[in-house]
């Protein structure tokens, strides 16, 4: 049986000393109210609506000193010094992360990065404390934040998706029901319902995330416009998000109110795609750099097969030089299994073999530069697919050859879940750029500002935005902008997100609401308390 390849060799870990980023304190250096104006805009009731980044989630989790930190609590502290009103969130109880229903768990704690047995530093799950936030203990009273975590464009508008029946079927969201105001009630209905002077509306990132982020598994929807029919990795049909966020800005501008729309950023730049580089198997890894040779020489006939073909392009070598690609099974690519069967049968392959090989890499190539692996991918490239090795010994192999058969990236194609091809970017590129022209006309047609987050945040990825006190960057755990989960922010990137919203509230609004000092903010939390 292959033997699995130690992490530590493909280079994914960071060195621990440069993990933790100075926390620098600076002070706004005029913070009296009565110096500030809110212009043409009213920030008396400030009210937000969106998902997950509106909420303040960070580390795979909704804890408190990441939600005191949220971009709309952070405006909300801004716009005080100009005329604004208190400012209250369904605030959760403590920072282990988890909820509970019934005191039963049922999300998992927030993600800390700790220092695993191999020495490098690491997510884990944090265990320092027991979550005591239950979604049964609902919070009553005037509310301004409503961000829910995991919410898609057209969810903000269902009836019932508060509703705690629904949580263990998937029909409505366990954080919401910890605030809606009844069974059958609306986020944004209740968002209306609080009578907004100003509003901030993110959505429609969750439209095409989930798509990313499980590596494109879903359905691109569009074309289908019944949202019902969704499953929880597709890509929202750009029609059904234009329709619900229209809607959603009648209602919360019903009254006269001012406010903001805050478009999609490139979800594809976050370091949750970017973290895993698409050639991460080192020949300085001994245990692979021992395989190389027999590796190379089982896909030999297998290249020979695919140039036969007239697909050349599909071969698989390993360089004993330089790190290699990862094997992936590529969905876009004509499946040649059954061509690729007779050739190798024809090259004197017994049949069996023959069929296992034609079925196993009939639409298997290795990545480029091109492909996105997902964050999650390195816990399982270079191991054994067990899977897959049952399979082959139920189909009669013997171990050792089912093992050689099942390594993960190397002789398994990476599934599916492991990777963004290129056609599965351009379906998240092409839905993105119709839901915030959308958003950019929605913001116009109604006279709201509008905040290009896209070209924002990508100067975080492409060179790192300064602050007085250092770089902001994507670079997992210590660019300092994202949390350990790879897709939300820091509360330092969440300062710099209230930056730019404030940019565009100051530009449309004659307003003059001061921005934040971003490096009084902190970013990535370290802890020993893990599993």
């Known amino acids: ?314 071969s698989i070598t390993f360089s004993t030089t330089a790190a290699s690609a990862v094997v992936i099974k590529d969905e876009s690519l004509t499946d040649i299994s059954a061509q690729l069967t007779q050739v190798l049968i024809g090259g004197g392959f017994p049949a069996q073999q023959a069929a296992l090989f034609g079925q196993q890499y009939g639409q298997a190539r290795q990545a480029t530069e091109d492909d996105l692996l997902v964050f999650t991918s390195q816990t399982v490239i270079a191991q054994l697919n067990s899977t897959r090795f049952q399979e082959l010994v139920g189909l009669g192999l013997d171990q050792a050859t089912a093992g050689q058969l099942s390594v993960n990236g190397i002789t398994f194609p990476l599934e599916d879940q492991w990777v963004l091809t290129p056609e599965e970017q351009t379906a998240i590129s092409t839905a993105q750029t119709a839901y915030n022209s959308t958003l950019e006309a929605l913001a116009a047609a109604n006279d709201l500002a509008f905040v290009d987050a896209r070209t924002a945040l990508s100067q975080v990825a492409n060179g790192g935005v300064s602050f007085n006190g250092g770089v902001l960057t994507s670079t997992y755990a210590t660019g300092g902008a994202f949390s350990l989960d790879g897709v939300h922010p820091t509360p330092r990137g969440y300062a710099l997100t209230a930056n730019f919203i404030i940019d565009a509230i100051n530009a449309k609004y004659d307003a003059n609401v001061p921005k934040v000092n971003i490096g009084a903010y902190r970013s990535i939390q370290t802890s020993d308390s893990v599993n």
């Open 1 to 314: 049986m292959m033997k699995k390849f130690n992490l530590k060799y493909i280079g994914l870990f960071i060195a621990a000393a440069a993990v933790v980023s100075c926390e620098v304190e600076f002070d706004n250096p005029i913070d009296e109210a009565g110096v500030y104006t809110s212009g043409e805009a009213d920030f008396s009731n400030y009210v937000s609506v969106g998902n997950s980044l509106t909420s303040g989630y960070a580390d795979g989790a909704l804890y408190l000193d990441a939600q005191l930190k949220s971009f709309p609590a952070i405006m909300a502290g801004q716009m005080e010094l100009a005329g604004g009103g208190e400012f209250i969130q369904p605030l959760v109880n403590d920072n282990a992360g988890g909820l509970l229903a019934g005191g039963v768990q049922i999300l998992p704690n927030r993600f800390v990065l700790a220092v695993g047995a191999n020495g490098s530093p690491a997510p884990a799950v944090y265990t320092g404390e027991a979550p005591t936030t239950d979604i049964t203990n609902t919070f009553t009273g005037k509310l301004n934040n409503y961000g829910v975590p995991g919410a898609k464009s057209f969810h903000l508008g269902a009836p019932g998706y508060g509703n705690i029946a629904g949580v263990a079927t998937g029909q409505a969201n366990p954080y919401y029901v910890r605030f809606a105001s009844g069974g059958m009630s609306t986020v944004i209905g209740d968002a209306a319902a609080a009578n907004p002077s100003f509003f901030t509306l993110w959505i429609g990132n969750n439209d095409i995330l989930s798509f990313a982020t499980s590596g494109g598994i879903g359905v691109d929807q569009t074309g289908n416009f019944d949202p019902t029919s969704y499953g929880s990795n597709d890509i929202t049909d750009p029609n059904v998000f234009a329709g619900a966020v229209s809607q959603y800005v009648t209602a919360l501008t019903a009254n006269g109110a001012k406010g903001a729309l805050v478009n999609i950023p490139d979800v594809t730049s976050i370091p949750f795609f970017t973290t895993v580089p698409f050639a991460p198997l080192s020949p300085a890894n001994p245990d692979f750099a021992a395989q190389i040779p027999a590796l190379n020489a089982q896909f030999g006939a297998l290249n020979q097969a695919f140039a036969f073909l007239g697909v050349p392009e599909r």
